[in-house]
């Protein structure tokens, strides 16, 4: 029986997912009308296109990982890893909006909504009940 607060990590996790690639869908033109501008990237043609596309997909695939692990198995190692990759989103966002980079149009506003969905979702992680939830399983000897 996996605990409630596991329960509201597997809910605002999976929507923070969700929102952050629909934020990328919206983004799509102008992620692919920046490559065009920038000769490095210009030069490749339709391999920078399938570039940014493979690297969306590697992200939602460890960030399903994660969850996988974290919300199925338990595991602590991979909160930790989802706990530095939110302190990273959060430090991203704040460098973002101090230099500019960070556009409040709608995909910046869902790339905001999505790092907040993930921030709430890993508090839920320390709450009392899924402590329980990362603890090693007690294993029973009868000798």
Do not use: C, H
């Not at 210009?42 to 997909?57: C, E, H, K, R, Y």
Request: hydrophobic share 60%; proline share 3%; charged share 10%.
């Amino acid at each position: 029986m996996r605990p409630s607060s596991i329960i509201r990590f597997d809910r605002l996790y999976l929507a923070s997912i969700a929102v952050g690639l629909i934020g990328n869908v919206i983004e799509w033109p102008l992620t692919m009308a920046r490559l065009a501008e920038n000769p490095d990237t210009a030069a490749l043609g339709s391999t920078a296109t399938v570039a940014a596309g493979g690297m969306i997909a590697v992200g939602v695939l460890i960030a399903l990982l994660l969850w996988f692990f974290i919300a199925q198995r338990g595991s602590t190692v991979a909160k930790w890893i989802l706990v530095a990759f939110t302190v990273f989103a959060i430090g991203s966002l704040a460098v973002g909006f101090s230099s500019g980079a960070v556009i409040l149009d709608a995909g910046g506003i869902l790339r905001l909504v999505a790092v907040a969905l993930q921030t709430a979702a890993v508090v839920f992680l320390f709450r009392p009940d899924a402590a329980a939830w990362f603890a090693p399983a007690q294993v029973d000897e009868d000798i």
